[in-house]
């Protein structure tokens, strides 16, 4: 094989993932030696572009997606307050749901075709769940708006933007994608704060919308800007059922799928925790803010320190702190500047948390499974943790329990994994 071809295959990326750090997992096999330096140009004008777009993508999908909690709260008190806790999580873990579960298929979809049709396509779909979202007032129409077409959108614009940065860097991609993922939080961190300022100045469906304009800027600048190196190749099987037979990766999707059942829980649910309890509709929706900015330190976090500590090793600490965290301050804080102390170590961890899934998948396994099943553990967990609350009238001790046992658990799977990867204790992987 010429060597030009062997280094346009060592940069292709196989884009079939579903998490935040889907590219920083494609990189080379475990053990592979250093890469030969790319046959382009990394960065400069065009490479700067395409990370800055994609950011811009991430911060209006994921960002959106982050502040769940703000529609949650304004739901239960407003347009659906006949409705309880669980159902109206409902709408907040479809979007989770969908997103991750388009994964495999958008992927393979990007590789045929490009990033600009998919890009394209995103702007009308996201644009418009969010339009009829400002429309809505009906149960059912939350639910194929915000939860099912909105999952859509997201999932069209945030796999071809994310997949598109990595074939235009390969010694920096990490960094790239680091950059692009921390997007997402820091919409998390704006969204909330524009959103309770036009909550309470202008009507819920101009409020909407003006978030939903502003997703559109984001989203033709997105298409503009963003375009991918490679030539289009015919995409692989669509079903790879060998990833069934392989123990290492089904252990790892139990600890993946014990983990997400609740890591969403937080931000779906602490605004309106902090309503229960005498603390300020503002100052809840500052906690939900001050969880992403924690987010967006931890999701660049993972890139710096996994090589050094190994991919495991960190993911289980940063699992096992999660939970542990969880019962020890959430279970036991009430007042605002406890909260505020939650809400920037939960979001640190879970942030880190989600930027390690992928790269420990790609480690030991194929990866095109893996979406679909941590999507369904996300729908699944937010709904429990809903129907906790329902079923304890609104003592949110149950469900802070159960959100913390679970990241515990999973951490615990995580830890047998680790163990059959290498029995050493101490060893890094």
Request: aromatic share 14%; charged share 10%.
């Amino acid at each position: 094989m010429p060597e030009a071809e062997k280094l346009e295959t060592a940069s292709t990326p196989m884009v079939k993932s579903v998490s935040d750090s889907t590219l920083e997992a494609q990189l080379e096999p475990p053990l592979a030696p250093t890469p030969a330096p790319p046959s382009f140009k990394e960065g400069g004008i065009r490479g700067y572009l395409i990370v800055l777009g994609a950011f811009s993508a991430l911060f209006a999908t994921f960002g959106q997606i982050n502040s769940f909690g703000s529609f949650q709260l304004w739901y239960l008190e407003h347009q659906l307050s006949n409705y309880s806790p669980s159902d109206i999580s409902w709408i907040g873990s479809l979007q989770l749901w969908v997103f991750f579960f388009s994964g495999g298929i958008i992927g393979r979809l990007f590789d045929a075709y490009g990033p600009t049709i998919l890009l394209a396509l995103r702007t009308v779909v996201y644009t418009f769940s969010i339009m009829m979202t400002s429309l809505a007032s009906r149960y059912y129409q939350f639910i194929l708006a915000q939860g099912i077409t909105f999952g859509i959108g997201s999932g069209l614009i945030f796999y071809p933007a994310v997949s598109a940065v990595s074939t235009h860097f390969v010694k920096w991609r990490a960094t790239a994608v680091g950059i692009v993922v921390s997007g997402s939080s820091v919409g998390g961190i704006v969204f909330p704060a524009i959103l309770q300022r036009l909550f309470n100045e202008t009507s819920f469906g101009w409020s909407v919308r003006i978030s939903g304009f502003v997703c559109l800027a984001c989203g033709i600048f997105t298409t503009l800007t963003v375009s991918s190196r490679l030539p289009r190749r015919k995409p692989g099987p669509w079903i790879d059922l060998s990833s069934l037979r392989d123990f290492k990766f089904m252990l790892f999707c139990a600890s993946a799928g014990m983990t997400c059942f609740d890591l969403f829980v937080p931000y779906f649910y602490i605004v309106q925790y902090a309503g229960a309890h005498g603390i300020s509709q503002a100052h809840g929706f500052n906690l939900l803010s001050i969880m992403n900015a924690g987010s967006a330190v931890g999701r660049v976090f993972p890139g710096l320190a996994a090589d050094t500590a190994g991919r495991y090793n960190l993911l289980l600490l940063l699992s096992f702190s999660s939970g542990l965290f969880t019962l020890w301050l959430w279970l036991t804080q009430t007042h605002f500047q406890g909260l505020i102390a939650y809400a920037v170590i939960y979001g640190f961890f879970s942030g880190s948390n989600n930027s390690l899934n992928m790269p420990c998948i790609a480690q030991i396994s194929r990866i095109e499974k893996i979406g679909t099943r941590i999507g369904m553990a996300a729908l699944i967990g937010a709904l429990i943790a809903g129907a906790l609350l329902t079923r304890a009238h609104g003592d949110y001790n149950t469900m802070i329990i159960w959100t913390g046992v679970t990241l515990l658990v999973g951490s615990a799977l995580l830890l047998v994994e680790k163990l059959v990867l290498n029995r050493n204790p101490l060893a890094k992987v």
